[in-house]
Structure formats: structure tokens, C-alpha cells
């Protein structure tokens, strides 16, 4: 997954787009990674990457960025493309703006051509113009997250993916009694994972 910052430095006269590329992982991922037994410290961190990955706006921001490197290569290139820039600048409205307009003509009943837009409208999300230079667009929303509570909140799930197999456990309590598997298997899991 990629974020995205504008960075804007007046001292040496520079200012660009900065990509930074994040490392993410599935929930599929955590779930192997507390399976197979690792340290809290491992757990934390694929925990951390998954819910970096459920960013809600990297999917509008990858389309906006595309598009604005689409349409500095329109402009940047030897041959105009008026249809292409019109898109372009078309889909950066709709994504800014949350607007989009189509143009048709039509026939009114004495024949003469009327001109008519029509407006659909979108989310709007007005701060992806800071990732253009826009200095008086508003900020891009924050995304924050907690690990512990989102752990508080799969408690039951994470303790589900720790046990050990239904057959394992019995066995266990078959050969060393309920007070052992109890220390040994539940109380483990009950302590990395606690429901507060």
C-alpha cells in the first residue's frame, strides 16, 4: 500500500509528491502468525500492518495520484490531447469536488440543439489537492488506530486461533489431567489475549 504526502520546502525551493510504501498484511496473515505461536511483540506488529492496510482511502488516493501523473504527461508531452486532458481534469473534479458533468445536445421540438449538463454527484474528498500543491485545501483525514483495543475487540477470535486443535486438547487431558491443561494450555492464551 502507498501513502502519499506533499512536501513543501521554501528554503531550498523544492516541492514534489512524496510515496512512501507500506508494508501490509492480511487478516489471513495474523492468523497464521498467532497459530504457529509467535511472541507478542511478532503478533503486535502483523496486527499493526493489517489494520495499516485497511486505510479507507488508498484506493481513491492510488486513482488520484494516477491520474494526476496521467495528466503531467499530457501536459508535459509534444502532442496535445484535448480529450485526454478534458478526462483527466474530469476525474480530478469528480474526486475533489465530488461532481462530474456530461454534455449532451439534444432536439428540442422546433429543432433547435440545446446544450444540456447534467451533474452526477460523488463523495467528495477536497483534500487530495494538497497532494497537488494545493496550500488552502483542507488536510487529509487522519487515521489512527489502537492495536490494543482492536485485540480487546478479537479477543475471542485470537484466543480461537491460539488453542490448540479439539483432538490435541483431549489428548493432553487424557495424559496429564484437567488442572495441567488448564496452567498449560488455556491460562497461556487467556493472558496473551485478555478480554480487557
Known amino acids: 500500500m502507498k501513502r502519499y504526502n506533499y512536501i513543501k520546502n521554501e528554503r531550498e525551493g523544492v516541492s514534489g509528491l512524496v510515496t512512501t510504501e507500506l508494508e501490509t498484511k492480511s487478516i489471513k496473515d495474523v492468523e497464521t502468525v498467532i497459530k504457529t505461536g509467535k511472541d507478542k511483540a511478532v503478533i503486535d506488529g502483523f496486527i499493526e500492518m493489517y489494520l495499516t492496510g485497511l486505510y479507507p482511502y488508498a484506493k481513491v488516493e492510488e486513482e488520484y495520484i494516477s491520474n494526476e501523473m496521467k495528466l503531467s504527461e499530457l501536459l508535459a508531452g509534444d502532442e496535445v490531447n484535448q480529450g ?4 483527466c481534469y474530469g476525474v480530478r473534479k469528480k474526486l475533489e469536488e465530488g461532481k462530474q458533468e456530461h454534455k449532451t445536445t439534444v432536439i428540442d421540438a422546433e429543432g ?3 446544450e444540456v449538463i ?18 488552502d485545501a483542507p488536510k487529509p483525514p487522519s487515521y489512527e488506530f489502537s492495536i490494543d483495543e482492536w485485540k480487546i475487540e478479537h479477543c475471542q477470535l485470537m484466543r480461537k486461533w491460539s488453542y490448540p486443535d479439539v483432538r490435541d486438547q483431549l489428548d493432553y487431558l487424557y495424559h496429564y489431567g484437567i488442572e495441567a491443561w488448564k496452567t498449560d494450555l488455556v491460562e497461556p492464551v487467556k493472558a496473551m489475549f485478555p478480554k480487557e
Open 112 to 114: 433547435n440543439e440545446i
Open 84 to 87: 485526454a486532458i478534458d478526462a
Open 118 to 135: 447534467e451533474v452526477e454527484t460523488f463523495d467528495a474528498y477536497p483534500w487530495l489537492a494538497t497532494y497537488r500543491g494545493v496550500e
